[in-house]
Nanobody, 129 residues
Framework: EVQLVESGGGLVQAGGSLRLSCVGSGFSFDDYAIGWFRQAPGKEREGVSCISGSEGSTYYADSVKGRFTISSDNAKNTMSLQMNSLKPEDTAVYYC??????????????????????RGQGTLVTVSS
């Protein structure tokens, strides 16, 4: 079965840290860009971070640069997002997705879900002030 499953969300105070994990099955991370997205109530989806499956290059939205770190282990089809110095505005449902688009386009914004070939169900991150 082709799927992505996230874990690691939860409630944390502002300034705290969380680590999200994304495990894939049924396909190879080598063939895709794997991105983390988030969506807060009433807001548009935001591409938070992305890693190129073939090159391992990493990309970040300006809103998280310097605070979040993405990493992956393609041999295990796993990816993580280390989130430090969390802010209340980071509160959202976070999900990982695989796409054949370049990471630059993923971070800039994707107009259609059709570009997300595999998508997880999401995990809620709540940052209290």
């Amino acid at each position: 079965e082709v799927q992505l499953v996230e874990s690691g969300g939860g409630l944390v105070q502002a300034g705290g840290s969380l680590r999200l994990s994304c495990v894939g099955s049924g396909f190879s991370f080598d063939d895709y860009a794997i991105g983390w997205f988030r969506q807060a109530p009433g807001k548009e989806r935001e591409g938070v971070s992305c890693i190129s499956g073939s090159e391992g290059s990493t990309y970040y939205a300006d809103s998280v640069k310097g605070r979040f770190t993405i990493s992956s282990d393609n041999a295990k089809n796993t990816m993580s997002l280390q989130m430090n110095s969390l802010k209340p505005e980071d509160t959202a449902v976070y999900y990982c997705a695989a796409s054949r688009l370049h990471c630059i386009k993923i971070i800039a914004g994707i107009e259609s879900d059709s570009y997300l070939e595999v998508r997880g169900q999401g995990t809620l991150v709540t940052v209290s002030s």
